[in-house]
């Protein structure tokens, strides 16, 4: 019980920097957060299924089931590609607009398409 509520306290501090953070490198590391949290919570929920590596053998039971840990393992790399589009982005508005403040970015790109 202690741990899933770490990983919901963990979930809404990603999220509060996702939705209440103006500087937008602030803003990737709650997205990194929040992804990393839910990783986390898969993680758990998985380890609680079985106990046995699931390699097939005579009276074998009780096996992990591979398939969340795989889906993990592909949502970490995701993770980490989306992370380093996200700084490669805000380092290009950055270099546009002279600062990662979310209002100020948005400012000078509508009055540069104007």
């Known amino acids: 019980m202690v741990e899933r509520i770490l990983i919901l306290i963990l979930s809404l501090i990603g999220l509060w920097g996702i ?31 079985g106990k046995n590596a699931p390699i097939m053998g005579k009276g074998v039971r009780d096996m992990v089931d591979p398939v969340p840990q795989a889906l993990m393992l592909t949502a970490i790399v995701i993770g980490v590609c989306i992370t380093a589009l996200s700084l490669a982005i805000a380092f290009r508005l950055y270099r546009f607009t002279g600062s990662f403040d979310i209002d100020e970015i948005r400012e000078k790109v509508s009055h540069g398409t104007d």
């Open 19 to 49: 939705v209440y953070k103006k500087n937008i490198i602030k803003k990737i590391y709650g997205l990194t957060i929040l992804n990393s949290s839910v990783v986390i919570l898969f993680i758990l929920e998985g380890s609680q299924i």
